[in-house]
């Protein structure tokens, strides 16, 4: 299994960046989808997610209104457009995808794409 980022960059403040997160090795459209990101000296926090099937989204309070998570099934690849970024949102961004399995999660993590913003 394979979960590979990329798109990430330097932007300035008020810029866009989409980050894509293009999976391989494992069945995509059963998979909970999540982007998270870590920034220097703190926790990896959860981002934005997406059900298997595209239909819910859930994202956190600091870029709610400014980044959008989609998925293409098809594709097998998982989107993050982020807009209106801001210095705090650098950090190294991450893809996850869950599959729950009877009582169990099972969870795949990518390498990671570093994102900054800086003027």
């Known amino acids: 299994v394979q979960l590979v980022e990329s798109g990430g960059g330097l932007v300035q403040p008020g810029g866009s960046l989409r980050l894509s997160c293009a999976a391989s090795?494992?069945?995509?459209?059963?998979?909970?989808m999540s982007w998270y990101r870590q920034a220097a000296g703190k926790e990896r926090e959860l981002v934005a997610g997406i059900t298997s099937n595209g239909d819910n989204t859930n994202y956190a309070d600091s870029v709610k209104g400014r980044f959008t998570i989609s998925r293409d099934n098809d594709k097998n690849t998982v989107y993050l457009q982020m807009n209106n970024l801001k210095p705090e949102d650098t950090a190294v961004y991450y893809c996850?995808?869950?599959?729950?399995?009877?009582?169990?999660?099972?969870?795949?993590w990518g390498q990671g794409t570093q994102v900054t913003v800086s003027s």
């Open positions: 996850k995808g869950r599959r729950r399995v009877l009582s169990m999660n099972i969870d795949y």
């Open positions: 090795g494992l069945t995509f459209s059963s998979y909970v």
